[in-house]
């Protein structure tokens, strides 16, 4: 029935990789200087994959939209990068955070790749800090951690709220250390639109030069994405703005298989919208939870300000609902809690669409300086967007959409079903399950990046090493080219009324609505209909300015928005099949008395993964079953 | 509220660019900076214009991508904030706004407000970064760091490489930029061994590169939207002066 093999090592779970890594066929160093391999995206999993397989000795060619590879969206990243060294002596371990991952993931992940995860945490720390990343230190000279949600013990490295810009320099400086040494050619500026696959095998990408306009060809022995997630399908969300699926959804339209697609954790912690010209929403770092308290008024329609608003007549809501966790519960329960009390009209701000997220305790407690040592960048930020002092008076904020840990089906080797094109960080599905704990996004990525990947694409380009350079010069180059020639002249040529960016709007108010926090059957059903019509409408009357040999940003956008209106289409048919309530994903249909997810193992302890047939088809739907030897499958409560 | 608006318009790298008046009503206090211009934009794509390119990604201040010279300011009016951040409460009905791109020789101008930054990537791979491979790494906590030592690599490193240092320097200086990363790096035992070596490639590649020089005027520091130190500038001299001594 599955097509799907995982390829999960034999033997205990705590030696698998170990075992793994024993036996996977190696490439000789002269081989690897024969071999080349594209790389699409640098964030810290493709920087960090990069400059590991240079100094390996493989050819890489790099590619990014942005100007510079030092600005992909894993700089971004705030809080802070999991790893189980135990420094805090607090009962931590691999065993540990690799529980707490597949129990924050609500067990819809698989135990061998979780596990590996956690395994590879400690070096990859070892690993940023030889690079130069100034993660926090105590007075005594050694690292400092903190807790972060979802879990009970402190394992998070962190730099300020500004982790993961420092975690990506460090891999950035890396490689481009590679590229002084020639091993890596930087393609700034291009877009992936589509995948070349030669004889079953992935052979090359077709890129269009966001400068030129002109579309060009590159091929190599095997292909890598490292092309993030697809959050801005929301439209608002705590992205990139140029964050997209692009890479993602031209491969998985070759063949390989999108996994989990409507698992997409929605951040509870995020500036509320402000305007309706709003082009992004602004993330306020979990780690803020470890110290601040989310509250909303006891009397619906409170409208004093928040200081007038006497202690007994706040609801701290979640240390009401979940008094082992509190502030600290994992981010899918904290932003459902939101949209909880706020559709039941206790929300504050004029909107009535957010919560209070309040440090006053804390800074009494603490004492500003503290406070200001652990968030003041974020404190500024919060201040600088809208106005308000946070060290005076609470912080608003409402949940938005963040991370997908849906993606690309890969094996363990993080190989896709498409033979030689491999998927790594957020562009892959494996290791968050249904709901990623905060902290684990940089952990996975750098983990993929350095250790893991330059390990098993090995055992894949050992089998290559007789295969010459590819040719570029090939009909399946030609067909690749024209296709993606056609497709821009195609949006080109509709020349309508409307603007790309709002059929994005339209398309995100769909998603958020009806695929967002809560979804239920006749929702989902709808909303499939709605961007029906609404894909018909773009291609009717979308108003692409410009020509396509320049820059033309709306055509970069509408590429992006083309993308996301088939991807939403199979988010929502995703979100119908699976009809349990596990982590991110809740379906109203199923939910326990006290309104929390509840799962159905029986039935959806599998991988979703869908296999596209071509336009006008449905896609089918391939399981890959989980089998859970190692922990046993908890109700996920943090009460 | 209205604002009259000159922005400047460039075909390409090898056109010859111009200032183009607008003139927008409806414009938001709660907007940002950039969301006026994709109002901007919005309105001129519906009419049938070309809209305005520029370039931002993150829109939170972090990614660097943003760029724009205000009012003869790098990211307009007030301190420690990127274009993306700046906010149009800093403005009043019937103001003008003047937007042009960063202005520098070695910040070529690709397309109406966008300009070529990849000099800096070429100063990086010059000597910013620490030669260690990948699986080298000794475990973390066996290299102890004074916290203030820390502290400051930390704030060193905060440099978005956004530019508005060399924008802002009347030389077109990459000084700041140059510094906040040798500075970082040889505050740590890590980049200790290589800091001379690398402050010589680094100031080299800068050189060749066609920045000018640095006279200390301070202007970077005033506009870095990160706030990163001219005492980095001096350390950075102190590491250029060793390679001297060494070589």
């Known amino acids: ?639 | 509220m209205e604002i009259k608006l000159k922005i400047w318009r460039q075909k390409n790298a090898t056109s010859e660019g111009t200032f183009i008046d607008y003139i927008l009503t409806g414009v938001s206090e709660e907007m940002s900076f950039l969301e006026m211009l994709d109002f901007l934009n919005t309105t001129l794509i519906e009419r049938g214009d070309e809209p305005v390119a520029f370039e931002h990604d993150c829109r939170e201040g972090i990614c660097g991508s943003c760029s724009l010279y205000i009012n003869g300011r790098p990211h307009g009016p007030g301190n420690l904030v990127t274009t993306c951040e700046l906010r149009m409460t800093r403005f009043k009905d019937g103001d003008n706004i003047v937007v042009e791109p960063w202005r520098a020789k070695s910040f070529p101008v690709i397309k109406d407000l966008i300009a070529d930054r990849s000099a800096f990537d070429k100063i990086m791979e010059a000597g910013g970064f620490i030669s260690v491979n990948t699986g080298s790494a000794p475990e973390a906590n066996s290299i102890p760091i004074m916290k203030e030592a820390s502290d400051e690599a930390f704030d060193a490193a905060t440099c978005i490489g956004c530019g508005a240092c060399v924008a802002a320097c009347k030389n077109s200086s990459a000084m700041l930029f140059v510094a906040a990363k040798v500075s970082h790096l040889a505050l740590l035992s890590q980049g200790r061994a290589e800091s001379a070596r690398r402050a010589r490639a680094m100031v080299t590649k800068m050189d060749e590169l066609g920045f000018g020089s640095c006279t200390n005027t301070g202007a970077c520091e005033a506009e870095c939207p990160k706030g990163i130190s001219l005492a980095h500038i001096a350390r950075l001299n102190r590491e250029f002066l060793k390679a001297g001594i060494k070589s």
């Open chain 1, 1 to 639: 029935m599955s097509k799907l093999k995982s390829k999960i090592p034999e033997g205990p779970l705590a030696e698998k990789w170990t075992r793994h890594k024993n036996s996977v066929k190696l490439v000789n160093p002269a081989n690897k200087a024969k071999l080349d391999i594209i790389v699409v995206g640098t964030g810290l999993s493709g920087a960090s994959a990069i400059s590991t397989l240079a100094e390996l000795g493989y050819n890489i060619k790099a590619f990014c939209f942005q100007d510079s590879p030092r600005r992909a969206h894993s700089v971004a990243a705030q809080g802070g990068i999991n790893a189980a060294k135990n420094y805090k002596n607090d009962g931590d371990s691999v065993f540990r955070l690799f529980n707490d991952i597949l129990k924050g993931g609500d067990y819809r992940s698989r135990e061998a790749n979780v596990y590996r995860a956690a395994e590879v945490s400690n070096q990859t720390i070892d690993q940023l800090v030889a690079a130069g990343v100034p993660f926090a230190r105590e007075y005594s000279g050694y690292l400092d951690n903190r807790s972060f949600g979802g879990v009970q013990v402190s394992r998070t490295f962190y730099a300020k709220g500004q982790t993961g810009q420092q975690c990506l320099l460090g891999a950035y400086s890396g490689m481009i250390r590679q590229i002084a040494k020639g091993k890596v050619t930087m393609y700034n500026r291009r877009d992936m639109l589509d995948l070349v696959i030669i004889d079953g095998k992935a052979r090359g990408i077709i890129t269009r030069n966001l400068v030129t306009g002109e579309i060009e060809r590159h091929s190599a022995h095997a292909v890598v994405l490292a092309s993030g997630g697809y959050g801005t399908i929301y439209y608002l969300s705590t992205l990139a703005v140029g964050s997209n699926a692009t890479a993602a959804w031209a491969a998985h339209k070759k063949g390989a298989f999108f996994s989990n697609p409507s698992f997409v954790q929605i951040h509870p912690t995020s500036i509320p919208q402000l305007n309706d010209y709003q082009a992004k929403l602004t993330l306020m770092s979990e780690s803020l939870r470890n110290d601040g308290r989310i509250w909303v008024p006891k009397k619906k329609g409170d409208k004093r300000h928040p200081v007038d608003i006497p202690k007994d007549e706040r609801d701290y809501y979640l240390e009401r609902r979940y008094p082992a966790f509190g502030n600290l519960v994992p981010r899918d329960v904290a932003s459902r809690a939101a949209k909880e009390r706020c559709d039941a009209g206790y929300g504050v701000g004029e909107s009535g669409l957010s919560v209070y997220l309040d440090f006053s305790r804390a800074i009494e407690r603490l004492g500003k300086k503290a406070i200001e040592n652990k968030y003041g960048n974020l404190f500024e930020m919060y201040e600088k967007i809208t106005g308000i002092n946070p060290y005076n008076e609470p912080m608003r904020i409402y949940p938005a959409g963040h991370y997908t840990m849906g993606g690309l089906w890969v094996d363990y080797n993080l190989m896709t079903t498409i033979p030689g094109l491999f998927a790594i960080g957020e562009s892959n599905f494996s290791d968050h399950g249904a709901n990623r704990l905060g902290a684990g996004s940089l952990m996975q990525c750098a983990g993929d990046g350095y250790f893991i990947l330059p390990v098993t694409i090995g055992d894949y380009l050992a089998d290559e090493i007789k295969t010459p350079k590819i040719s570029t010069d090939s009909s399946e180059f030609d067909k690749a080219e024209k296709e993606s020639h056609d497709k821009l002249s195609k949006l080109m040529a509709v020349n309508g009324t409307q603007t790309v960016t709002s059929f994005h709007r339209r398309l995100g108010r769909i998603m958020w609505d009806l695929c967002g926090m809560v979804r239920n059957e006749k929702g989902l059903k709808k909303a499939m209909k709605e961007i029906a019509s609404l894909r018909e409408e773009f291609w009717k009357d979308v108003k692409i300015p410009g020509t396509i040999d320049e820059v033309n940003q709306e055509l970069e956008k509408a590429v992006k928005v083309a993308d996301f209106m088939e991807l939403g289409k199979l988010m929502c048919q995703d979100a119908i099949n699976r009809k349990e309530s596990c982590g991110a994903h809740f379906r109203e249909e199923s939910q326990t008395p006290e309104g929390e997810a509840q799962r159905i193992d029986d039935e959806y302890s599998y991988v979703a993964s869908w296999e596209y047939l071509g336009e006008g088809n449905d896609h089918a739907l391939h399981q890959e079953k989980l089998a859970f030897d190692n922990v046993k499958m908890q109700e996920r409560s943090y009460k």
